[in-house]
């Protein structure tokens, strides 16, 4: 059996203030850039939720004119159908306001980590292959205490690793995603895993560092890098761990 285990404390690499200045670029350009996926991926799904809906109203303007007072038990039959389509685009925008809410909140606050990462799992819908191919698991613990930062911390360094995670999968026959949050003790712990084919024993030491991938030039190989670097002054630490071709990550975070 396949098996690597390493663990990242919080200690940071320092760089020097040009490079400091430098990659807090390349961050804020990371997020605008996951921001403008995220947005192209609502609209393609608000677009196919619009065409359902001209789809029925066309259907119930026809059965109307067809059939008149005949038609009343179809028509309303397409006008629920109508209705949960609309109900579906109130979501997605709901969903996409709160995230513009929360990324732009000007100072700390409270913060429950299962309702985290249940918006950004809600978010990722837009994904037509997390959507429609990845099968996904959550275990998340009831009463987690609340942490304390920003939201935008969080939400970026859990949804880089959830990220990486659906695109380990893309080739793989089993695609599989389990996010699990626990207590233990004076921490949480959330877990991270994935059915995915692994990675070489070539790349693990490399793989928090920054500009490094193996998914080619329209990547910016800034994902664990970025979830580590905006954890750390929160206290988080990193682990991961490969076995089988499946790959597992935690991040511990103490409350």
């Given at each position: 059996m396949e098996e690597t285990k390493r663990t990242f404390s919080e200690e940071e690499e320092?760089?020097?203030?040009?490079?400091?200045?430098?990659?807090?670029?390349?961050?804020?350009?990371?997020r605008y850039a996951a921001i403008g996926a995220l947005t192209k991926g609502v609209a393609h799904n608000l677009n196919g939720v619009l065409q359902i809906l001209s789809m029925r109203t066309e259907l119930l303007q026809g059965s109307l004119l067809k059939e008149g007072e005949m038609a009343i038990p179809a028509v309303l039959q397409k006008v629920g159908q109508c209705f949960e389509q609309v109900q579906k685009m109130k979501m997605m925008i709901e969903a996409l306001i709160q995230k513009g809410i929360h990324d732009v909140e000007d100072g700390p606050q409270r913060i429950d980590l299962n309702d985290l990462l249940e918006e950004?799992?809600?978010?990722?819908?837009?994904?037509?292959?997390?959507?429609?191919q990845v099968v996904m698991r959550k275990d998340f613990a009831s009463q987690l205490p609340s942490l304390h930062g920003y939201y935008v911390d969080f939400s970026q360094g859990l949804s880089n690793l959830i990220q990486n995670a659906i695109e380990a999968m893309e080739e793989s026959p089993k695609k599989e995603l389990t996010l699990t949050t626990e207590r233990q003790g004076h921490q949480i712990n959330v877990r991270v895993h994935d059915t995915g084919c692994g990675l070489s024993e070539e790349v693990r030491p490399r793989l928090f560092r920054p500009f490094f991938t193996t998914k080619g030039e329209?990547?910016?190989g800034l994902g664990l890098f970025i979830s580590r670097r905006i954890l750390a002054p929160y206290g988080a630490s990193f682990r991961y761990d490969f076995q089988n071709g499946e790959t597992t990550f935690w991040i511990n975070l103490p409350v």
């Open positions: 320092m760089f020097d203030p040009l490079t400091e200045k430098l990659f807090a670029a390349y961050v804020q350009r990371y950004e799992l809600s978010l990722l819908k837009h994904n037509l292959f997390f959507k429609h329209h990547h910016f």
